[in-house]
């Protein structure tokens, strides 16, 4: 089983629809997750950090539920320009450090 | 431009050659980061330094891969006698500190072996 996991899509969507993506992990000792929004041929860049409380940026609600240990991100009134790679982010203890592992990203595509 | 920059941000190497990145990260950050990222994958650890110590390297970077932060400020990557696997987009990020910190990330040096 790979250490961080996601559904690679594409995720293909209608303007204004509401869209989630989730990423599981599987080393209970993770800390440390975000979402990271990689545009074709781009880097990533950081979308929002996910807080075990949950948290809300706009349109962005990031959820983390640790006795499951997956991370999940929902978009809602999707727009044309979220179209993009969506990269999950755990830290996980290996050898006593902590390593940042990505997800392979989940692909959407917001269509008029 | 403050950003991450990498250099070159392309290069095509015959296989067997030595090849060396560099990055320069944003000046106050003193955690730099190397990944590896292929099609359709998301980007791979490599290797990460706080300020010049080098802390962990991943289990990918075999003998043929090395990283410096010599004084802390930028860092290079060399891989040595290439091989076509290597071929990868080399992405470096860096951030102001430890696990809650954003990265950032430099546009990335493209590496295709022949």
């Known amino acids: 089983r790979k250490e961080v996991e996601q559904d690679p899509g594409p995720f293909n969507v209608p303007e204004g629809a509401t869209v989630a993506f989730n990423c599981t992990y599987s080393?209970?000792?993770?800390?440390?997750f975000f979402w990271y929004r990689q545009d074709c041929r781009k880097e990533p860049k950081l979308l929002m950090s996910v807080y075990s409380s949950g948290n809300e940026d706009g349109r962005f609600t990031a959820q983390l539920n640790r006795a499951s240990q997956y991370i999940s991100l929902l978009i809602r009134d999707s727009k044309l320009s979220d179209s993009a790679t969506y990269l999950c982010?755990?830290?996980?203890?290996?050898?006593?450090?902590?390593?940042?592992?990505f997800g392979r990203g989940t692909s959407l595509i917001v269509h008029p | 431009d403050t950003g991450v920059s990498q250099n070159p941000r392309h290069k095509i190497t015959k296989r067997g050659q030595n090849v060396t990145f560099r990055c320069d990260p944003i000046?106050?950050?003193?955690?730099l980061y190397w990944y590896r990222q292929t099609l359709g994958q998301g980007p791979e650890f490599l290797t990460y330094?706080?300020?010049?110590?080098?802390?962990?390297k991943s289990r990918l970077l075999s003998d043929r891969f090395s990283a410096e932060r010599p004084k802390g400020s930028f860092s290079t990557l060399e891989i040595q006698r290439t091989e076509q696997g290597d071929s990868a987009m080399y992405l470096c990020a860096s951030s102001l500190g430890g696990l809650t910190y954003e990265q950032y990330f430099g546009p990335g040096t493209r590496l295709t072996v022949t």
């Open positions: 000046s106050e950050h003193n955690r």
């Open positions: 982010v755990v830290n996980r203890l290996s050898g006593g450090s902590y390593i940042p592992t």
């Open positions: 080393n209970s000792a993770s800390q440390s």
């Open positions: 330094f706080q300020n010049e110590a080098q802390l962990e």
